[in-house]
């Protein structure tokens, strides 16, 4: 079965230190795609991030940046130098062949950055 | 022109309305979906429209009946309410696997509802 688990539910940081967040996933396919989403207060899920299956290349977007592991299943998301403004929900998902066009997504991380 | 527009952003109706939510879609896909978020609980996904498939989540009560005329546009229509049913009520959209790939979905800005 497809799972997404973010074991993290709130963090708090200061400005300008590094955070990361947790990702772990399950599936049965070898081909899926993961991904990040942030959900300021407005309520809109914003898109951050794909990565299929085949590409195991870490990410770096500017001040974000992605570590997927498939030894591991994880596909955790680091935002250096936090800001303010990075203070949002982060929800990471998945998608696979077996979920058709369905998305399964995490419980979300609520991130506080304290100035 | 935004990718995925909700109308209306708020809400408030009392548990013997009708009324229907609206989600419009510019980006070109085929799939459009209705998710709820409740305070506290996961996202929940409700409908999914796309070319292959209707699916429903059968823990979804008939009280929400989706309609989906055209691959741009997706209607959540609601009747008779109960105040646990007030959420954030988001649509999303993207290219579905028909299209060869998988694209992430983008989301509109919800509709907040209140159920009074």
């Known amino acids: 079965a497809q799972k997404v688990t973010q074991a993290q539910t709130e963090i708090s940081v200061v400005e300008k230190e590094d955070v990361t967040l947790d990702c772990v996933y399950e599936?049965?396919?070898?081909?899926?795609?993961l991904f990040w989403y942030k959900q300021p207060p407005s309520g809109e899920l914003v898109f951050l991030i794909r990565?299929?299956?085949?590409?195991?290349q870490n990410e770096i977007s500017g001040r974000y940046s992605w570590n997927f592991q498939k030894s591991t299943s994880s596909f955790n998301f680091t935002i250096t130098a936090s800001q303010v403004v990075d203070s949002a929900v982060y929800f990471c998902?998945?998608?696979?062949?077996?979920?058709?066009?369905?998305?399964?997504f995490g419980t979300g991380t609520s991130l506080t950055v304290i100035p | 022109e935004t990718g995925v527009t909700q109308t209306p952003r708020h809400l408030v109706m009392g548990m013997t309305n009708k009324k229907s939510l609206k989600c419009e879609q510019h980006?070109?896909?085929?799939?459009m979906y209705w998710y709820k978020q409740s305070a506290k609980k996961p996202l929940e996904l409700m409908f999914v429209y796309s070319l292959e498939e209707r699916v429903e989540n059968n823990s979804v009560p008939s009280r929400f009946s989706p309609e989906c005329p055209n691959s741009s546009h997706l209607f959540l229509h609601l009747h008779t309410l109960q105040p646990e049913d007030s959420a954030l009520y988001l649509c999303?959209?993207?290219?579905?696997?028909?299209?060869?790939?998988?694209?992430?979905?983008?989301f509109g800005q919800g509709t907040r509802l209140t159920v009074v």
């Open positions: 599936t049965r396919d070898t081909t899926y795609y």
């Open positions: 999303a959209s993207s290219q579905g696997r028909s299209m060869g790939g998988r694209t992430e979905a983008f």
């Open positions: 990565r299929n299956s085949f590409d195991e």
């Open positions: 980006l070109g896909h085929n799939a």
């Open positions: 998902a998945l998608s696979d062949s077996f979920t058709g066009n369905q998305f399964y």
